[in-house]
């Protein structure tokens, strides 16, 4: 009965055919108990309790009255205990804040008590700008995430207030809800505010593509996303089932400031190949030509590849596929997911003009300025991959790759890589892994270069993504393995015609910057390009 789900999300098979019993289950065993009563009454309950309170927020403001302190109690979400019910907060069934929010933050020196003023203020904005135009979601969530005392505010403490008042528009979205939704979409979004537009359209995505299967089985009267949310909170909470891969509970409870991955990790899993044009990547157009497409549409597009399938005889295109091409030109700098919508960049249209006419002789145009694009490339970026990057992650890949092979004698291996330059933290480090890389061809002991980033079978999967891009598609220099064979072995090394272009991109610095979102981040990297007009 699910099955066509899949040509509408990005769903896996098996957990596709499991999402339908653990349905009947729910229903079954949880909202006939007296939890499961109560939960129903608290979506009603909370959702008027966050109108008045909201309502009063606004009339204490218009009346000149110091809201501060309304404003945290009456818009936040806060557990149902004794010292919150007796201050009047909002008592919410999915409760961000426990005790104090003044003393948990500024314990946890996220703020300081100087700032509460302009953090509610921040608070009654970013509310206000979302309900009045919920099309201005996504410019909301970046304006308020780039302000210097908001740190730490996720989707788990602000979207119960814009549930409670647009609740078509807005989804409550928190870690178990996540959790769910990275399963069955497979995508690996996080609590951070970023994140809470492309949560948000994915989950009323997923809603609608399971709209027929929940139908059937709400006899409660309860509004579609609701039932959705309790059925969520069910299957985390209560029943503590897993859909396995990366929907982990450790991936989605992130702080997106950063985490502690400090290597470069095996993020990238496919590569990206524009020559020879006969074996250009087979996804690629499909991507640069769904702008203004959903991921559903350019899904249904894409080729299907037998051999990375999980299910060979499935004979349509594998969900993971959108997520894995999605991933490397969006790293790349060639288009952007926003609010379920494919955007291509300047440099993305750019690559879609010369799909049918480049060729090694006319390559120099658009590698010359795709070296500058990555060049500006970041490690850690706001990115889903590029998030789980430590803040002490000063990275640019690509810049970095080219500079080792310049001072190694034009080349690199998979080896040297995997072993050494894959650790680089930093500018410095990447100086020091030079020095160890040559010292380890002197000797011939590549076990001097330490243990590997990347381990099992796959790994050169993992390594060959990173090289494929530093040479964007093999315009800037040539892939190592034969068209006949996929071995890699020996080095990649520099074309001489493309040295100058390569010196003259990797000598530039940038600087490392934070940016708010996705959007902003690649359309940085495609500026970088400095296109003229008449290659765009």
Request: glycine residues 6%.
């Amino acid at each position: 009965m699910l099955a066509h789900i899949l040509l509408r999300m990005t769903i896996e098979t098996e957990k596709v055919q499991k999402i339908g019993s653990l349905l009947d289950e729910f229903v079954a065993n949880y909202p006939a108990t007296s939890a499961g009563k109560e939960h129903v009454q608290l979506y009603v309950r909370g959702r008027e309790q966050g109108r008045a309170n909201y309502q009063a927020v606004l009339t204490a403001v218009r009346n000149g009255e110091d809201a501060t302190t309304l404003i945290l109690e009456k818009l936040l979400p806060h557990a149902n205990t004794k010292g919150n019910r007796a201050k009047g907060a909002w008592i919410h069934h999915a409760p961000s804040v426990i005790k104090d929010v003044k003393k948990w933050f500024e314990a946890a020196k996220r703020t300081k008590g100087e700032d509460w003023s302009k953090i509610a203020q921040a608070i009654l904005s970013f509310v206000t700008r979302c309900t009045d135009a919920p099309g201005e979601l996504s410019d909301a969530c970046a304006w308020f995430v780039g302000l210097a005392y908001t740190k730490g505010f996720q989707t788990g403490m602000l979207t119960p207030i814009l549930n409670a008042l647009r609740p078509d528009d807005f989804l409550l979205i928190n870690s178990k809800s996540l959790v769910i939704i990275n399963a069955l979409a497979v995508t690996n979004l996080s609590t951070g505010l970023l994140d809470y537009p492309e949560a948000n359209a994915t989950g009323k995505r997923l809603i609608e593509a399971l709209d027929t299967e929940m139908s059937k089985r709400n006899n409660l009267a309860m509004r579609t996303n609701d039932f959705f949310d309790m059925f969520c909170h069910w299957v985390v909470a209560v029943k503590k089932t897993s859909f396995g891969g990366k929907s982990s509970r450790k991936s989605i409870d992130r702080d997106t400031t950063g985490q502690d991955e400090t290597t470069w990790g095996g993020s990238l899993h496919q590569s990206f190949r524009l020559l020879p044009i006969d074996r250009c990547s087979p996804n690629l157009r499909p991507f640069l030509e769904g702008e203004g497409q959903t991921p559903e549409q350019v899904l249904a597009r894409l080729p299907y590849d037998t051999e990375r399938s999980s299910n060979p005889t499935a004979g349509g295109p594998d969900p993971k596929r959108y997520r894995d091409g999605k991933q490397i030109y969006q790293t790349g700098g060639l288009l952007y997911e926003r609010t379920g919508t494919i955007y291509l960049t300047d440099l993305g249209h750019t690559v879609l003009r010369w799909l049918d006419i480049l060729t090694p002789k006319n390559r120099k145009i658009l590698a010359r300025h795709a070296a500058y694009a990555l060049a500006a490339c970041q490690l850690r970026n706001p990115t889903g991959s590029g998030r789980k990057y430590a803040m002490t992650v000063c990275v640019f890949p690509f810049a970095f790759i080219w500079r080792a092979m310049l001072a190694l004698d034009g080349r690199i291996s998979s080896n040297e890589l995997n072993r050494c330059l894959f650790k680089v933290k930093n500018e410095s480090e990447l100086n020091t892994a030079i020095r160890a890389i040559r010292e380890a061809r002197t000797s011939a002991r590549i076990e001097l270069l330490g243990e590997e980033t990347l381990t099992g079978k796959g790994k050169n999967d993992r390594i060959i993504p990173w090289v494929s891009l530093a040479s964007f598609g093999w315009t800037l220099f040539p892939d190592k393995r034969s068209a006949h064979s996929s071995e890699d072995v020996g080095y990649y090394e520099l074309d001489t015609q493309m040295i100058p272009i390569i010196k003259e991109a990797a000598q530039i610095r940038h600087r490392h910057r934070e940016f708010a979102t996705t959007e902003a981040y690649v359309e940085h990297i495609s500026r970088c390009a400095a296109l003229p007009k008449d290659l765009r």
